[in-house]
């Protein structure tokens, strides 16, 4: 891959890869997800699924269970549907071995959440051809300006 098709990801993402990414994708899966209703990965993965997005939690802790009326999965490799894109609200330095995970599914996007980046994974994921967003939250890019007409909302 030529070297100017990696993303600077020091730096700010365009408003056009950030809505090509959130129109195209159809199912998230999100490492880390949580029951717990006060915590931030609760709240991010309501928004989506209540904008439309087939959402699948995963986390090992919870696996078997629901959030949400969801099923909860152990990891990646046990969902059995296509996974668009991985969400990732773990500790960066799981975000490796999370990207390597994602490539062997044939994610089309990785995403970390806010505060969770790690710019070798980001590298990974790219030269596989997976889009990567690090240090963003999707509920939040959902409400800019750009996406406002997603939502049927006025601008």
């Avoid at 950030?18 to 998230?28: D, P, Q």
């Avoid at 209540?50 to 909860?72: F, H, Q, S």
């Avoid at 007409?149 to 006025?154: A, D, E, G, Y």
Wanted: charged content about 30%; overall charge positive; some cysteine.
């Amino acid at each position: 891959m030529i070297e100017s098709n990696f993303i600077d990801h020091d730096k700010e993402y365009t408003e056009e890869y950030l809505s090509n990414i959130l129109k195209s994708v159809k199912t998230i899966a999100m490492i880390g997800a949580s029951s717990d209703p006060t915590k931030f990965s609760y709240g991010v993965l309501r928004v989506l699924h209540e904008t439309g997005y087939k959402m699948i939690p995963v986390n090992p802790k919870e696996a078997g269970n629901k959030i949400r009326g969801l099923d909860v999965y152990e990891s990646l490799e046990k969902i059995e549907v296509k996974i668009d894109m991985v969400q990732v609200f773990r500790d960066s330095k799981f975000l490796m071995n999370i990207a390597k995970d994602a490539i062997k599914i044939k994610a089309k996007v990785l995403w970390g959440q806010i505060g969770v980046k790690d710019n070798e994974a980001a590298r990974l994921a790219e030269e596989a051809g997976l889009k990567v967003v690090m240090n963003r939250c999707p509920k939040i890019e959902l409400f800019r300006p750009f996406w406002k007409p997603k939502l049927n909302q006025k601008i």
